[in-house]
């Protein structure tokens, strides 16, 4: 079901996505070979109390953390751990949701370590960046899910690039994970027509290899099946009558 929010419950999420936000700011600049992945949590959850936000993802179905950290092939939900160190060269994934009064953000960027990235990595990262934002774009009222979807397929498929399928965008409010879900690829389905009130997560997860994707033995750590590099970004954004609003920037 559908949860349509009011002008109040979307201030309420701006929020929560401005706390996301400079969360996610300061576990970024933080980033750098030797530091472990259990230290950005830790700055993560820091931050986020720090502005009365609370970490949405600790404990959530019984996640271990904060924040999620996937590193080169891991496409979402890994774990930060103290043994877990950043080396130059790595590309990191950062997963981070807090709530405000109730209310859910959820943002998502992948971040060189210690590297200016060329040629494939390069493009992998700009590719997928590039694949929300144009999600971003055919987000409207009026239009449907597969609309979004679309965007992000035609725009990374010719490039030979693996659209994940397993894991999807959401709807997301007093819940961190709502209906309806964002297919970042087309389906037969034409999915929920976009409404104002909606708020929904788009987060292309993109291989550099094929799509298919593994659960690590750990029980949450996705990654891709060919050990290819997977990048990964999110924003979660409100349609309103104004037009789309981005909380998450
Ligand atoms: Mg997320
Ligand atoms: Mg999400």
């Known amino acids: 079901m559908i949860i349509l ?10 929020r929560a996505g401005q706390i ?15 530091v472990s992945t259990w230290e950005l949590n830790e700055i993560a959850e820091r931050t986020s109390l ?16 904060c924040l999620c950290t996937s590193i080169n092939d891991e496409v979402v939900h890994g774990i930060p751990r103290k043994n877990r160190i950043l ?19 959820d943002s998502a960027r992948t971040i060189p370590v210690g590297f ?8 992998l990262l700009a590719t997928t960046k590039k694949a929300l934002e144009l999600a971003i774009s055919a987000t409207a009222e009026g239009k449907f899910v597969r609309d979004v979807s679309e ?6 498929a010719p490039k030979g690039f693996g659209i994940v399928k397993d894991y999807v965008g959401h709807g997301i409010g007093t819940k961190p994970h709502e209906d309806p879900p964002i297919p970042h690829y087309v389906t037969r389905e034409r999915g929920a027509r976009l409404q104002v009130g909606m708020c929904i997560c788009i987060e ?15 029980g949450w ?13 999110e924003h979660t954004l409100a349609v309103t009558e104004e037009g789309v609003r981005v909380l998450t920037i």
Request: without cysteine.
């Open 151 to 156: 965007a992000i397929e035609n725009y990374v």
């Open 50 to 65: 720090k502005l009365k936000g609370k970490p949405a993802f600790k404990g959530y179905r019984g996640f271990p953390a």
């Open 20 to 34: 996301v936000k400079a969360s996610l700011d300061e576990v970024e600049a933080a980033i750098r070979p030797g």
């Open 204 to 218: 292309p997860m993109i291989n550099m290899g094929t799509d298919e994707v593994q659960l690590l033995e750990d």
């Open 221 to 233: 750590t996705v990654s891709t099946v060919d050990g290819s590099l997977s990048a990964h970004f």
């Open 87 to 105: 080396k130059e060269g790595d590309i990191i994934g950062i997963d981070y949701g807090a709530s405000f009064e109730g209310y859910f953000g």
């Open 116 to 123: 200016s990235p060329k040629g494939k990595v390069a493009d």
């Open 5 to 14: 929010k009011n002008h109040d419950e979307i201030e309420k999420m701006y």
